[in-house]
């Protein structure tokens, strides 16, 4: 199979071939996720709770960013590899340029941040410069201390014309992915249906063009697993029947089922 692009998802999208995406953070399981066929992953922040035990992502840093981003490029050479920007590293375009630069040079072929409209000049600096940029609206977890916990959005309408308004905008802007976190499956194909950038939900319902979940989730590593998110090794009893599995539900649409769906 030839490398995955930011036009190949785009060409998924079109198709309506659903995608899967893991939150991964090591060579070995970036390998794994390369065999399976996995075709985009995610560097995320939340590396800072899944691998280094803060109970926020708030205290993670560039160097830490980049050791992982550094890791789980020696492991893979064909699925497009997502580096998420931490906390306050893009507080202003120019921040944001410098510190996606660094993030790049390590080996993602997109950086991904969170926010809504007032990061949409952000997104169109690093576009025009030749960085793909994923956005992340919903639960954002970077501002888990202004949202008060980490909670549902987009329950109530005026709430939700924002988080429609705010995926708009950063497509006009020329995000190339967008991730949707905990947010009415409702609202997720609304704005999977008005954007021309693929989505990818994490506790979004079953109606985005892509799925992500984080690798502990999958494997059963997380004490206490968040609703939307399933525990593949159960069913499978071998962590590369796990990813093999989450991904064959993610595109046939198995995976979320109603349980995992917030309404
Ligand atoms: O950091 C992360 O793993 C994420 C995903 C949960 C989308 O941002
Ligand atoms: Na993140």
Known sequence: AKPVTVNTLRKFKREKHKFCCVALYDAPMSAMAQKTGIEVLLVGDSLGMTVLGYDSTIP???????????????????????????????????????????????????????????????VKMLADRGIPVCAHLGLTPQSVNKL???????????????????AIALDKAGADLLVLECVPQALAKEITDAVSMPTIGIGAGGETD???????????????????????????ASIPGALMKYAEDTRSGAFPSEEHIFV
């Open 60 to 122: 993670v840093t560039m160097e830490q960013m980049i050791y992982h981003v550094e890791a789980v490029k020696r492991g893979n050479s064909k699925s497009l590899i997502m580096g998420d920007m931490p906390f306050m590293t893009y507080a202003t375009p120019e921040q944001a340029m410098t510190n996606a630069t660094r993030i790049m040079r390590a080996g993602a072929h997109m950086v991904k941040l969170e926010g809504g409209a007032w990061v949409a000049d952000t």
């Open 210 to 236: 892509a799925q992500v979940l984080v690798i502990n989730d999958i494997l059963g590593l997380t004490e206490q697993p968040p609703k939307f998110s399933k525990n593949f090794l159960v069913e499978t």
């Open 148 to 166: 008060g916990g980490f909670r549902v959005q987009g329950r109530k309408a005026e709430q939700a014309e924002v988080i429609l308004n705010d």
